[in-house]
């Protein structure tokens, strides 16, 4: 028997209005200097799929609206909230102000294989993800608590930064999720 794809009036998405009071994942997504607005509308868009509470661009990180990151946002720049900070260093130290647990997603000594981190009910999580070149900046990796890193195989040693973040928040939402958080 063949497989149907689901029409889009049977996903049962959120409306926009839906979605901005909808249970969102304790965890706001921190991008330190993204060069790419590609790169940028890729978050925004994952961001929505996983119900991330919010999106901190910061530095060179560019901001909404723009033609480019609404090409690979699809939108999803007006449903997320976001705010932007000029120094990601202000903005690690107003989500650890708010109880924020701030964890870098990088290679880095004594990081957490992304698949042993256990998120823990009732606490909070800021993500740092870094720019496409430097990844997360000195100053910031001080700031944090600790670093997960995402277990690879192959020749290259790095992600794209817009596909670490599905890969790190599909973890974090699985986590959630099954508890029935969301």
């Known amino acids: 028997m063949p497989i149907r794809k689901y029409t889009t009036d049977e996903l049962g998405r959120h409306t926009p209005e839906e979605y901005h009071i909808a249970p969102?994942?304790?965890v706001v997504v921190v991008l330190d200097n993204i060069r790419s607005l590609y790169n940028v509308g890729s978050?925004?868009?994952?961001c929505d799929a996983f119900a991330v509470e919010r999106l901190c661009l910061c530095g060179i990180t560019a901001t909404p609206p723009d033609r480019e990151i609404h090409k690979t946002a699809l939108g999803a720049e007006t449903t997320v909230e976001w705010s932007y900070y000029k120094d990601?260093?202000?903005a690690i130290e107003a989500l650890r102000g708010v109880g924020y647990r701030i964890i870098a997603v990088e290679q880095a000594e004594g990081s957490v294989p992304l698949g042993d981190f256990n998120?823990?009910?009732g606490e909070r999580y800021a993500l740092v993800l870094g720019n496409e070149v430097f990844g997360v900046s000195d100053r910031c990796?001080?700031?944090c608590d600790t670093a997960i890193e995402i277990p690879q195989s192959g020749t290259k040693h790095s992600l794209n930064v817009s596909v670490a973040a599905g890969v790190v928040l599909w973890n974090?939402?699985?986590a959630f999720r099954s508890r029935g958080l969301l």
């Open 24 to 26: 969102k994942m304790p």
């Open 43 to 46: 978050v925004f868009r994952t």
């Open 88 to 90: 990601p260093v202000k």
């Open 119 to 121: 998120c823990r009910d």
């Open 141 to 143: 990796m001080e700031m």
């Open 172 to 174: 974090f939402y699985s």
